[in-house]
Structures are given as structure tokens and as C-alpha cells.
């Protein structure tokens, strides 16, 4: 197969020919008449024919060159919308997250859509709490992580700090901490370490604590107590939404912190769009807001 022109010469083709002068078209490309005439003769020469015809009053093209600006016009046309499509692309961001942060998050990423639609983002939840960027095509994470132990590339959102929840409705029947003894414990983990670790903070023992039910999720706990079915540990951090829509209420005052949190995470190494800069400082701030 022939070797394709050079574009270089394509372009000052097609310039020539709007122009149909040489003078005028180095104008217009910056540069000498006698290149253009040179990028001309060279065109034509591997072409093996001649494009224009050269007349005292100016040029006029050879039927090989009508057929040729036809086509170049094509080539550059395509190349023109090719520039403007995708340099206007909106690049959609990929976020990852684990269901137990839904809660607080899902709201705010849908009013981040009201105000920003210029910066679509596409969520992906999973029941596991880090990424791992190696293998994993996303933009940023948010992950629940010890405290003390996060990157440079990772946003503090909150700490976990556990507290219990329950529908309002149960609210009073738990006038006292003795009063736990006659609800059903809902367990966002198999271990009961979430109720183990708020009990001892609260110096208080109860001895049904191994009878509720066990979860595997925190949303799914916090599900069945919004319905009235039992009294869960919830992280207070993420219950903002519910506390303020009704749906749960928190019926004692003590939180524990537990020595974790969540974070925003990029991948390590890189520098963030202009587009994910933007979403992190906005999460970052209904964070310290809530």
C-alpha cells in the first residue's frame, strides 16, 4: 500500500485551495509563499500528479485536485467535530463505596448532581470497606479505615462513634439504660463487638444482649429499627439524615468513639481532575457541617 501524504502538506493543500493564491495562504499558515509552494510541489510529487494548475492570474485546481479537496474537506471536518466532541466530553467520575456509608452519602452525591451536572458522577457500593486502586478502575473511594493509619492522598470525613438507635415510637419505653433489657438488640455484626464495646463504655451489663439479631450490614440494621423491630448500635456520623427525616431517633446521649473513620481516597501517585478536587472539598465540608 502507498504511503499516506503527509498532514502537514494535507492541511496547506486545503488552505491553498480556499485561498487559491499562494500569498494569501502563507498568510494565513505563518509561513513563507515560497513554502507553501514547496509542501505544494512535494504533495503533488508523491501523489505523482499535478493539483493545481499554475496561472498568471492565480490557480485553479486540476480535476485530481477538485477530487482531492472534496476529500480533504471530509478529513478535516471529521478531525474539527472529532476536536470538539471529545475535548467537551464530561468525564463521568467512578466512586466506590460500602453500603454502610449509603446513608450520609447517597443524599449528598444526588444533590451534588443539582449543582454541579457539569461533574456526573457514577456510584458502585460494595459490602467491603477498602479499595485497592492496583486492580480496582476508580476514581475515589470512600473507605472506613483506622484513624491513624491514612495516606496523603486521604480526606478525613468523620469518625465512627457508636451510639443506639431505634424508631422514634421506642423511644418511650427507654427512659433508662435498664431499659435495654426488655428490647430486641439488633447487631450490625455477627461478633457483637459494636454493642460490647458501647456497653462497657456506658459500665452497664445486660443479659440479652446474645438473643437479637444479627446483621450483616449496618444498613441493614439500621433498616429494621427504623421499623420499629429493635434498638441497633448505629455509628451517629451517619445517621443525620434519618435523625432528621424521623425515620430513627438516638435514645441515649453517649457515643463511643472507636479508633476509626471514613475517608476519601484517590489513587496513590496521582493528581486529581479538577472535577474530583471539586467533589472531594464539597464532601469534605457536608462532612464537617454534619
Known amino acids: 500500500m502507498k504511503r499516506l501524504p503527509p498532514l502537514p502538506a494535507l492541511h496547506t493543500f486545503w488552505i491553498t485551495v480556499q485561498c487559491c493564491n499562494f500569498t494569501r495562504a502563507a498568510e494565513q499558515l505563518h509561513i513563507t509563499q515560497g513554502a507553501v509552494s514547496r509542501q505544494i510541489a512535494g504533495l503533488e510529487s508523491h501523489l505523482g500528479y499535478a493539483l493545481f494548475q499554475r496561472q498568471a492570474r492565480g490557480l485553479s485546481l486540476t480535476e485530481e485536485g477538485r477530487e482531492w479537496s472534496q476529500r480533504v474537506q471530509q478529513v478535516f471536518g471529521l478531525l474539527g467535530d472529532a476536536v470538539e466532541q471529545i475535548g467537551n466530553r464530561r468525564h463521568t467520575l467512578q466512586i466506590k463505596a460500602s453500603t454502610c456509608v449509603m ?66 415510637a421506642l423511644l418511650a419505653g427507654l427512659h433508662t439504660l435498664a431499659d435495654l433489657q426488655q428490647q430486641v438488640l439488633l447487631h450490625p455484626t455477627r461478633d457483637e463487638r459494636d454493642w460490647a464495646r458501647w456497653l462497657k463504655a456506658a459500665d452497664t451489663q445486660l443479659s440479652n444482649v446474645s438473643q437479637g439479631h444479627h446483621f450483616e450490614t449496618l444498613d441493614l440494621a439500621m433498616n429494621v429499627a427504623s421499623q420499629g423491630s429493635g434498638v441497633a448500635m448505629g455509628d451517629s456520623a ?53
Request: glycine share 6%; with cysteine.
Open 238 to 290: 451517619l445517621m443525620g439524615e434519618d435523625l432528621k427525616a424521623g425515620r430513627l431517633a438516638m435514645p441515649f446521649e453517649l457515643r463511643v468513639p472507636t479508633g476509626k473513620g471514613y475517608y476519601l481516597v484517590y489513587p496513590p501517585g496521582t493528581v486529581p481532575s479538577a472535577g474530583l478536587e471539586a467533589l472531594m472539598d464539597w464532601l469534605v465540608s457536608q462532612a464537617q457541617q454534619s
Open 103 to 168: 446513608r450520609w452519602l447517597l443524599p449528598r452525591l444526588m444533590q451534588w448532581q443539582k449543582e454541579r451536572p457539569d461533574v456526573p458522577v457514577e456510584l458502585t457500593t460494595t459490602v467491603a470497606y477498602s479499595v485497592d486502586f492496583r486492580r480496582e478502575q476508580f476514581d475515589a473511594a470512600v473507605i472506613y479505615a483506622p484513624i491513624a493509619e491514612q495516606s496523603a492522598e486521604a480526606r478525613h470525613l468523620f469518625d465512627e462513634q457508636l451510639t443506639p438507635v431505634c424508631a422514634p
